[in-house]
């Protein structure tokens, strides 16, 4: 068993595999020693990061230290290439995928979570830690399956799903909901104007 402890929820191996199955999930073994954040790294290491219609994690295939969360700093590297600046408290973060329109960033010293909106250089409190972050990527993505069920005038039922994700992705962590023009509020402002197919 893995110590994932100081993290907001307990999100087992199986759960994210139940949810995204086995082919759509990075798996990031450690390196010792690593300089990120412990629980972090355990985690990212035994349930992984899953990807999805709105998430996808990072991966260079023609880096191979890059799909291992080798660390570089990552973050810094892909905002060099993109010939954009990058905050200098946040040159160390590492880049862990993109999320919609924004790169998702970890803090590797204590595993908080980061977006930078695509085409700016400011950066927002995303998620307080990585099993946040996949917590919501799973209701997410369970919700996405319910409302593809609906029809396309089902406003009622639509606004019900948005609520219900948004009830129990803050249950876990409030973070993702903290800034209205942060990634999570655009996302679910789109799904409410039956944008989401």
Do not use: C
Not at 9 to 37: K, M, N, R, W
Not at 149 to 165: C, F, N, S, T
């Amino acid at each position: 068993m893995t110590d994932r402890s100081n993290m907001l929820t307990d999100i087992t191996p199986e759960a994210v595999i139940e949810a995204f199955g086995l082919t759509s999930i990075t798996y990031f073994p450690q390196a010792a020693p690593g300089h990120l954040h412990g629980p972090t790294a355990n985690f990212l290491a035994t349930a992984g990061l899953p990807e999805s219609k709105f998430f996808g994690p990072r991966m260079d295939l023609e880096d191979d230290s890059a799909q291992r969360l080798h660390f570089g700093p990552s973050l810094k590297a892909a905002f060099e290439r993109a010939g954009s600046e990058l905050p200098p408290e946040a040159e160390t973060w590492e880049k862990l995928g993109d999320f919609v329109y924004a790169t998702v960033a970890l803090n590797p010293r204590d595993g908080q979570i980061y977006a930078f909106p695509e085409g700016e250089g400011d950066y927002q409190p995303m998620h307080a830690d990585i099993s946040s972050l996949v917590h919501a990527l799973i209701v997410l993505n369970k919700g996405r399956m319910d409302y593809l069920r609906l029809g396309p005038d089902d406003d009622e039922q639509r606004a019900h799903i948005v609520d219900r994700m948004t009830q129990e992705i803050t249950t876990v962590d409030p973070t993702p909901f903290t800034d209205e023009e942060g990634e999570w509020e655009t996302l679910f402002d789109q799904i409410r104007l039956n944008m989401w197919r």
